[in-house]
């Protein structure tokens, strides 16, 4: 079967074509950044434009690259829920109007499960129940995740998600975009014992996150420097940032392993692509009897991949007809879960 999944959440339009929710035929993510460039940040509005813009070309790119024609698409699959609202409203109008003019099924997908998805892309045969720490801009959950569609929430950030301090950081220190890669880049060069930089919440037993105080710490160390007009030691802070979210990050994992007895673990959301996260909780793995599973980086931040992923496991097969009712919404409870689980942004 072949899918077309559409994922506009934030700032990236991403298109996939996937056949039995594996076989991607193609990924094609457009980020528009001169409004994030100019303006320091997402704007909500100018994402939504620019999604009106990119969408329709990311349609035709897909396709061009899978080498498949618009009426060789079986069903398709959208991201309906967590994200900025007028962005994903983007999404799902085009896709409710393809599967209105094909005649085919749509799906509707949280992006969080398509996170959570992202993980079995290349890697089918994860087991269930597994543990999956999902991190982003937007979201910083720890779930069991049981089986298709049913999860547990182990613990989440209680203020900010550790993507978006990234962000913060990057911006402060005129770095450009993506901010997380750009300090994970600048960290492998400095010292990650230079400054004393807290760990919130690290001993305390649960599986709860929150980074405003790091985020608040981080500020002002870079405010010193400014105010003392000395230069600042970029790759230094950097470094000690990022060894102290994951630190916390590690630790979470571990508190969630043993609370819950597993011995799979996968690391998804565009933070699971940072490379001393990755680095440390494979390493962690033999010590703690579990395996860490990551999905490759393109499929870490936000894609259409894991979109049409999630949709092969929770039953794009079976759906049926058009869904004239679909709606959008910017946060909607998790599979069973009766809940919301975004950090308070709300970035998708
Ligand atoms: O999944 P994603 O594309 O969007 C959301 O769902 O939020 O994740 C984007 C987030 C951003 O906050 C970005 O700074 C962070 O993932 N990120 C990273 C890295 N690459 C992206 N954070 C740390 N290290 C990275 N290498
Ligand atoms: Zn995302």
Not at 245 to 259: I, S
């Amino acid at each position: 079967m072949i899918v077309m999944a559409i994922e506009t959440a934030c700032d990236d339009t991403a298109v996939a074509i996937v056949r039995d929710g594996h076989d991607v035929l193609s990924s094609v993510v457009i980020t528009e950044m001169v409004a994030q460039e100019r303006f320091g940040g997402i704007v909500p509005e100018l994402a939504a434009r620019a999604q009106l813009e990119l969408l329709t070309p990311a349609i035709e790119q897909a396709l061009a690259e899978a080498s498949v024609q618009l009426t060789q698409i079986d069903a398709l699959a959208v991201n309906n829920r967590h994200g900025l609202l007028r962005s994903i409203t983007v999404g799902v109008a085009a896709a409710k109007a393809l599967s209105l003019a094909l005649n085919i099924p749509l799906m509707p997908i949280h992006h969080i499960e398509g996170h959570v998805y992202s993980a079995l892309i290349e890697n089918p045969g994860i087991p269930w129940p597994h543990v999956c720490l999902t991190v982003a801009g937007g979201h910083n959950l720890l779930l069991q995740a049981n089986s298709h569609g049913e999860y547990q929430l182990l613990g989440r950030t209680l203020d900010d998600a550790a993507g978006e301090v990234y962000d913060k950081l990057a911006r402060r220190l005129g770095l450009g975009f993506p901010g997380g890669l750009q300090i994970d880049r600048l960290a492998a060069k400095g010292d990650p014992n230079a400054f004393a930089l807290p760990r919130p919440m690290i001993g305390d037993g649960t599986c709860d996150f929150s980074f405003s105080g790091l985020k608040t710490a981080v500020t002002r160390l870079v405010d010193d420097f400014v105010d003392a007009s000395k230069p600042i030691p970029a790759e230094d802070i950097a470094a000690s940032f990022q060894a102290a979210v994951v630190d916390v990050l590690a630790a979470k994992v571990l508190v969630a392993v043993r609370q819950v007895n597993s011995s799979v673990v996968t690391v998804t959301g565009g933070v699971a692509a940072n490379s001393e996260l990755r680095s440390r909780l494979s390493k962690m793995g033999p010590d703690h009897d579990f395996e860490a599973f990551f999905p490759s980086l393109r499929y870490c931040t936000d894609n259409a991949a894991m979109i049409a992923c999630a949709a092969h496991h929770l039953g794009i097969e079976h759906a049926a007809g058009i869904n004239e009712a679909l709606d959008a919404s910017s946060n909607a409870p998790l599979g069973n879960l009766g809940v919301l689980y975004s950090s308070k942004k709300q970035r998708g």
